[in-house]
């Protein structure tokens, strides 16, 4: 036979389980939205792993470029240095045509880049594109100051 207080707890057991089983869909709800997010971080995380490596593999690239003998770009005065712009020409201040395909730019900044002609029209000049980047400023430094060569600018828009 129940006991009246056996009772009383069986009543306050089942009053506790029915707006915990209203809460369950909140809840599954809440842990789906955490399993997303934790996906979302994690796809954030390797995007960034591969954007590193990719960093990396550009930087090896760059410094090779840089100590092989690239052919910096200086401003039309000759006065400065400018950035490579990416899809622009490097043209050729003796001869004012612009530098031939397949010659390897750089910067005094850490950029560099190869000189492509991807399109079919022969009357259109090669642009600077293939664009590696370095940090290593001392590398950089040292390749703009052993270059005595004619200079090479990008054109002013």
């Given at each position: 036979?129940?006991k009246?207080i056996?009772g009383v707890f069986a009543?306050a057991?089942?009053?506790?389980a029915?707006?915990s089983?209203s809460?369950l869909?909140n809840?599954a709800?809440?842990?789906t939205?955490?399993?997303?997010?934790?996906?979302r971080?994690?796809d954030?995380?390797?995007?960034?792993?591969?954007?590193?490596q990719?960093?990396a593999?550009?930087?090896?690239?760059?410094?090779a470029?840089y100590?092989?003998?690239?052919?910096p770009?200086?401003s039309?005065?000759q006065?400065?240095y400018?950035s490579?712009v990416?899809?622009l020409p490097?043209i050729d201040?003796?001869?004012?045509?612009?530098i031939?395909?397949?010659?390897?730019v750089?910067?005094a900044?850490?950029?560099?880049?190869i000189i492509?002609d991807?399109?079919s029209?022969p009357n259109s000049?090669?642009?600077?594109?293939k664009?590696?980047?370095?940090g290593?400023?001392?590398l950089?430094?040292?390749?703009?100051?052993?270059y005595?060569?004619?200079?090479?600018?990008?054109p002013s828009?």
């Amino acid at each position: 036979m129940m006991k009246p207080i056996h009772g009383v707890f069986a009543l306050a057991i089942i009053g506790t389980a029915i707006p915990s089983v209203s809460n369950l869909g909140n809840f599954a709800s809440k842990v789906t939205t955490a399993r997303a997010e934790a996906s979302r971080i994690g796809d954030d995380m390797t995007e960034l792993t591969l954007s590193q490596q990719e960093q990396a593999q550009k930087n090896e690239v760059a410094i090779a470029r840089y100590q092989n003998g690239c052919i910096p770009v200086v401003s039309v005065d000759q006065q400065s240095y400018v950035s490579l712009v990416l899809n622009l020409p490097v043209i050729d201040s003796a001869s004012n045509q612009p530098i031939p395909v397949g010659s390897i730019v750089c910067d005094a900044h850490g950029n560099t880049g190869i000189i492509t002609d991807d399109d079919s029209d022969p009357n259109s000049p090669g642009v600077t594109q293939k664009m590696a980047f370095t940090g290593d400023k001392s590398l950089v430094d040292w390749r703009m100051n052993q270059y005595q060569g004619a200079a090479y600018y990008m054109p002013s828009n």
